[in-house]
């Protein structure tokens, strides 16, 4: 199984960020996709999820409103998008796949995980 992320790198505030998720060896359609994220020192936080059967969407609060996800299963892959992006969005970013295809906050639950991307948010 891989997952392999990206679009990370450098984005200026204000502006947007949109990352990709592209997945192998699995079979998509099973499993809910998520996006993580962390900064060193602190525990990987949530940012958004999407899940296998109806595609519904769910958003940390730290993005609510400003974010959105999407998946692809004919291309087996997940994207998600972040406007407003502030200094508080630099972190490396992570997509996780979950079997059992429904979201869940808890990062430990999710049985596949892409190497990480780092975005810094800097003029």
């Known amino acids: 199984v891989q997952l392999v992320e990206s679009g990370g790198g450098l984005v200026q505030p204000g502006g947007t960020l949109r990352l990709s998720c592209a997945t192998s060896g699995l079979i998509f359609d099973d499993y809910a996709i998520a996006w993580f994220r962390q900064v060193p020192g602190k525990e990987r936080e949530p940012v958004a999820c999407v899940t296998h059967v109806d595609s519904s969407k769910y958003y940390a609060d730290s993005v609510k409103g400003r974010s959105s996800i999407s998946r692809n299963n004919a291309k087996n892959t997940v994207t998600v998008r972040l406007n407003a992006v502030s200094s508080a969005d630099t972190a490396v970013y992570y997509c996780?796949?979950?079997?059992?295809?429904?979201?869940?906050?808890?990062?430990?639950?999710?049985?596949?995980w892409g190497q990480g991307i780092q975005v810094t948010v800097s003029s």
């Open positions: 996780a796949a979950e079997e059992a295809g429904f979201c869940t906050w808890n990062w430990r639950q999710y049985d596949h």
